[in-house]
Each structure stands twice: as structure tokens, then as C-alpha cells.
């Protein structure tokens, strides 16, 4: 089992980024959360095994067609036993 906050920045907003993100982790089997923060930027926390959540950083960092992803801050994270992925 493997947790990380993750923090992205650039067009991250306003471009279905956090639905996109949910969709993803849904299909990955990653539970967490994903919301905007007031400066523009995502905040996730992700958690599921090695796989799985690298495989969902991955797509982080590629995000929506419409989005771009200049920077990805990566650190780990306390597992809570997340039972699901949400959008806040």
C-alpha cells in the first residue's frame, strides 16, 4: 500500500482536471480525493498499491487535452484507508 500528496500546477483549473482525475483512479482501483486549491493548483492524495498509484500519476502528468501540467510536487503520504475516490 503506497500514499502520496500530490500537488499540480499550470492550466489545472476550469478544464475538468479533477473529474478527469476521478475517472482515472475509479478505473485504477486508487482511493483519495482531488480538489482546487484557492492559488490555482490540484491537490490529490492518492492511495492503492505501487501500481496502481504510479500508473495514476502518470496520467496526472499528462492531464486533459485541454489542460497543461507544468509542475508535478510528489510526496508521501499518511495511508488513512480512503474507501473511495472523491472530488472536493
Known amino acids: ?3 502520496i500528496d500530490v ?4 492550466r489545472v483549473q476550469a478544464v ?4 478527469f482525475t ?3 483512479a475509479v478505473m485504477l482501483g486508487v482511493r483519495g480525493y482531488v480538489e482546487n486549491l ?4 490540484v491537490h ?3 492511495e492503492g498499491d505501487d501500481y496502481q498509484v504510479e500508473k495514476l500519476l502518470e496520467i496526472i502528468r499528462q492531464g486533459p487535452r485541454v489542460s497543461q501540467v507544468r509542475d508535478v510536487r510528489v510526496k508521501p503520504a499518511s ?6 475516490f472523491d472530488v472536493r
Open 44 to 46: 490529490a492524495v492518492l
Open 1 to 3: 500500500m503506497k500514499a
Open 79 to 84: 495511508k488513512t484507508g480512503y474507501g473511495g
Open 16 to 19: 475538468g482536471f479533477r473529474a
Open 7 to 10: 500537488i499540480v500546477s499550470g
Open 22 to 24: 476521478r475517472r482515472n
Open 38 to 41: 484557492d492559488d490555482g493548483r
